[in-house]
C-alpha cells in the first residue's frame, strides 16, 4: 500500500535528506507523505490509501506515550482479529488501519508478533528509549526490503533508490553479482547489484541497536505431505481455504479488482473474488497474446475485462524508466508486460487481485514433471549418463534433438536444477564475462537443497523454486511494477493459511505426469469451466525472439553491446556473435541476449549516467 525510507545515524541536514529519499518514491505512495525525525534516527512514509483512507490512517505511526514509531509498507489480513485481542489486553488504538496493530502488538508480544502475522510487509518499529529498530519482512517475501550499514549509518527502505540520496551511503557496483545474474537472470542471493546493500530474507527479522544488526529466521516452508484424507477431502480443504483467503485478501475501503489471463490461476481469482472488473494485456500477434481467452472467461463469469495490446515501440521505448522502477536488473521479459498490465489497471483501480504463487505451493510447472517422465532413463547406471552427457556436450551440434536432454540427464536433479531460468551456462558466462568470476551455481542452491535433502524430488524442486525464482523474479516484478503505477497487488495463493494446506498435499495430489496442480485444479474445475482449468500455463508469452530479428531492435541491442559499459564488462565479440546467430536463426539466443542488454540499460540508469532520476523528472 506504500512506500518507506529511513536511516539511524546523525548527519547534518537531516530533514532534507529524509524528504529526498522520499522523492525517490513518490510512485509507492502519492495520497500523501510523513516523517519522523529524532536525534538518532528519521523515519520517512509514503501512502497509497487502501485502508482507513481518511488522513487518520497516515504513516509514522505512533503508540500511546509516543515512544514507538512505525512505518509500515503492506496489509496485515488478520488485523481485525489481532485489534480485537490487544483491545482486550489494554491497548487504545487511535486509527482503523490495520498498521497501528504492528505497533500494539510489538509493545504486546515483543519479536513473536511477526509469529501472529497473516499478510504481506515490510516495517520497521523504531523504540525511542531503547534506541533500537526492530524490522521484518513477510513469509513469502511479496514486499521488499533492503538495507545497507556503512560509513556509521543503517539505512533501511522499500526500494533501494532512496539510500543514493544520503550523504553516506556509497554507491558502489557490485560486480559480484553479476556472474550469478548471467546465469539465474537475476540476483539469487540476498546481495543486490549495489555493494553493501542487501535484502532481508522472506521470513525474517531484524534488531539494530547500538551499531550492531542482528538478524533471526521466524519462518520456513515445510513441505511435509503428510496427510490420511481422501482426494475429495483435501479438494475441499483447497476450495475451503482459497475462498477464505480471497475474501481476506479484499478487505479495503477502496474497489478491488483483478489480473486475468487465459490460464487457471488467475481466472480462479476472478471468479471467487467476485470483482467488478478484470485487466488483461497481449501483444499484436496471436501467439503472444491472451486477450481473446480472457474476455470470453470474463463474459462467462459476468465481469467486465479491459485490455490493452502493448506496442512493440511502447514495449521497448519504455524499458530505461522501467529499470528505474526495478532498483536491479529482472531479465524477465513479461516484468515490462507487467508493467503495462498495472498501468492500465491503475486507471480504474487501486487494488488488484493475482494469481502469483499457485505453481510454487501447489507444483505448477511443467518442469516439475521431469523427475516423473523420465524415471526409466533415470534407471541406467549414473556413470553411463554421465558419459552420455559430456559426450553430448562435446560432440554433438547445439540446437541438435535430444542433445540437450542427455546434458541434463547425466547430472543429479540437484546439479541441474538452479529454477525456472537458467540462461547462461556458468562455461558460456566464463566466455562472456572480461573480469568477473564465473557463476558458481551449486554455490547457490547447495544450501537451499541441503534443508530439504530428504525430501522428493518435485517438492525439492519447489522449495528452491519458493527461495530463488518467486522471491527474486516473481514477487520482485510483481510488487515493483504494481507500485511504479501506484496499484497495490495482493496474492491469495500466498497466504499463510493457503500454505499450510499446500504443504500436506502428497506428491501424487501436485504432480501426475503430464498433469500439474492436481488438487487445486479440480478444485478450481468446481466452479470455473473445464477448459481454463485444465489449460497448459502459457506463463505472458512476450515475442523477443521475433522483434531481435527486426532491423529496428535488432539495431537497438547492436548499438548497446557496442558500448564503453558492454567493453567493460563482457567479450562484446561473442556478445554480437550471439546476436547475429540469432537473427540467422541459426539458434534461439533472445534470453541470453536480452539478459544482457537489461543489464546494461539498467547500469546506464544507476551508474554510467551519474545518479538515477525519477522518471517523472526525466520526462519533463
Same mark, same amino acid.
Not at 509500515?72 to 491497548?91: D, M, S, V
Not at 556472474?179 to 546493500?197: C, H, I, M, R
Not at 498435499?505 to 487445486?520: F, G, M, N, Q, S
Not at 477448459?531 to 497448459?536: R, S
Given at each position: ?33 510523513? *516523517? ?42 488478520? %488485523? ?16 482503523? #488501519? ?47 526490503? %533492503? ?34 545474474? =548471467? ?8 546481495? #543486490? ?7 532481508? *530474507? ?78 488483461? !494485456?497481449?501483444?499484436?500477434?496471436? *501467439? ?7 474476455? +470470453? ?37 513479461? /516484468?515490462?508486460?507487467? %508493467? ?15 494469481? +502469483? ?45 535430444? &542433445? ?8 543429479? =536433479? ?13 562455461? +558460456? ?33 519447489? %522449495? ?48 501426475? /505426469? ?11 474445475? &468446481? ?28 539495431? &537497438?541491442?547492436? /548499438? ?11 567479450? #562484446?565479440?561473442?556478445?554480437?556473435? =550471439?546476436?547475429?546467430?540469432?537473427? /540467422? ?10 539478459? !544482457? ?7 546506464? &540508469? ?15
Amino acid at each position: 500500500m506504500c512506500g518507506f525510507t529511513g536511516f539511524v545515524g546523525n548527519i547534518d541536514n537531516k530533514e532534507q535528506v529524509l524528504e529526498n529519499m522520499m522523492n525517490t518514491i513518490v510512485h509507492r505512495g502519492p495520497d500523501s507523505a510523513g *516523517q519522523f525525525l529524532d536525534e538518532d534516527a528519521a523515519l520517512g512514509f509514503r501512502r497509497l490509501s487502501i485502508i482507513d483512507i481518511s488522513a487518520v490512517g497516515d504513516q509514522p505511526l505512533y503508540n500511546e506515550d509516543r515512544t514507538k514509531v512505525l512505518v509500515f509498507n503492506g496489509e496485515i489480513y488478520n %488485523y481485525q482479529e489481532l485489534r480485537e485481542e490487544l483491545i482486550a489486553a489494554g491497548h487504545t488504538f487511535t486509527t482503523h #488501519t490495520d498498521s497501528e496493530t504492528l505497533l500494539h502488538g510489538y509493545e504486546e508480544w515483543g519479536e513473536q508478533l511477526v509469529d501472529r502475522l497473516r499478510g504481506m510487509y515490510g516495517f520497521v518499529i523504531w523504540d525511542r528509549v531503547e534506541k533500537k529498530l526492530f524490522g521484518a519482512r513477510d513469509i513469502f517475501g511479496i514486499k521488499p526490503f %533492503y538495507y545497507a550499514q556503512m560509513n556509521g549509518t543503517f539505512l533501511f527502505g522499500s526500494e533501494i533508490k532512496s539510500f543514493v540520496e544520503h550523504p553516506k551511503f556509497d554507491k558502489v557496483f557490485n560486480e559480484d553479482a553479476l556472474a550469478d545474474y =548471467l546465469s539465474f537472470q537475476f540476483v539469487p542471493t540476498n546481495e #543486490t547489484f549495489f555493494k553493501g546493500v542487501f535484502c532481508l *530474507q522472506p521470513g525474517h527479522y531484524f534488531t539494530y541497536q547500538n551499531g550492531t544488526l542482528s538478524i533471526s529466521r521466524y519462518y520456513e516452508p515445510d513441505f511435509h505431505g503428510k496427510t490420511d484424507k481422501p482426494f475429495e477431502e483435501i479438494v475441499d480443504d483447497v476450495e475451503r481455504v482459497m475462498r477464505e483467503s480471497v475474501k481476506m485478501h479484499k478487505i479495503s475501503d477502496v474497489e478491488v479488482g483483478s489480473y486475468l489471463s487465459s490460464g487457471v490461476d488467475s481466472s480462479y481469482m476472478a471468479y471467487l473474488g467476485e470483482v467488478d472488473r478484470t485487466f488483461t !494485456v497481449g501483444f499484436g500477434q496471436e *501467439q503472444y497474446s491472451e486477450i481473446k481467452d480472457a474476455k +470470453e472467461f470474463a463474459d462467462s463469469i459476468g465481469v467486465k475485462n479491459d485490455s490493452k495490446i502493448i506496442e512493440p515501440e511502447e514495449y521497448w521505448d519504455s524499458l530505461s524508466d522501467i529499470q528505474y522502477y526495478m532498483d536491479e536488473p529482472v531479465a524477465d521479459p513479461a /516484468a515490462i508486460a507487467l %508493467y503495462f498490465l498495472s498501468k492500465e489497471a491503475a486507471k480504474k483501480v487501486k487494488v488488484v487481485l493475482s494469481g +502469483e504463487g499457485s505453481d510454487e505451493l501447489f507444483g505448477g510447472y511443467q518442469i516439475y514433471c521431469e523427475p516423473i517422465e523420465y524415471t526409466g532413463f533415470n534407471k541406467i547406471p549414473r556413470p553411463i549418463r554421465k558419459a552420455l552427457g559430456v559426450f553430448a556436450e562435446n560432440c554433438l551440434p547445439r540446437g541438435m534433438k535430444g &542433445r540437450s536432454f542427455l546434458i541434463r540427464h547425466s547430472k543429479t =536433479l540437484e546439479e541441474r536444477y538452479i529454477g525456472n531460468a537458467y540462461i547462461f551456462t556458468e562455461k +558460456e558466462a566464463g566466455r562472456l564475462l572480461k573480469n568477473s568470476r564465473r557463476p558458481d551455481t551449486m554455490k547457490v542452491t547447495a544450501p537451499i537443497y541441503e534443508r530439504v535433502k530428504d525430501k522428493d524430488p518435485v517438492t525439492k524442486m519447489q %522449495y528452491l523454486d519458493m527461495h530463488l525464482w518467486l522471491v527474486h523474479d516473481i514477487l520482485m516484478k510483481g510488487d515493483k511494477m504494481g507500485m511504479a503505477n501506484s496499484l497495490e497487488v495482493r496474492v491469495p495463493f500466498l497466504d499463510k493459511e493457503v500454505m499450510e494446506v499446500a504443504q500436506s498435499l502428497p506428491l501424487k495430489y501436485k504432480i501426475d /505426469a503430464p498433469r500439474t496442480k492436481v488438487a487445486l485444479r479440480v478444485a478450481a474445475d &468446481r466452479e470455473i469451466r473445464s477448459y481454463t482449468a485444465e489449460k497448459k500455463k502459457l506463463g505472458f508469452p512476450i515475442p523477443i525472439r521475433v522483434w531481435l530479428k527486426e532491423d529496428q531492435y535488432y539495431n &537497438r541491442v547492436r /548499438a548497446m553491446f557496442e558500448t564503453k559499459e558492454a567493453e567493460q564488462f563482457f567479450d #562484446t565479440a561473442y556478445l554480437k556473435k =550471439l546476436l547475429e546467430e540469432h537473427r /540467422a536463426g541459426k539458434f534461439d539466443n533472445s534470453r541470453k541476449i536480452w539478459t !544482457v542488454y537489461i543489464f546494461l540499460l539498467w547500469y546506464e &540508469r544507476f551508474f554510467a549516467n551519474g545518479k538515477p532520476v525519477h522518471p517523472a523528472m526525466s520526462n519533463k
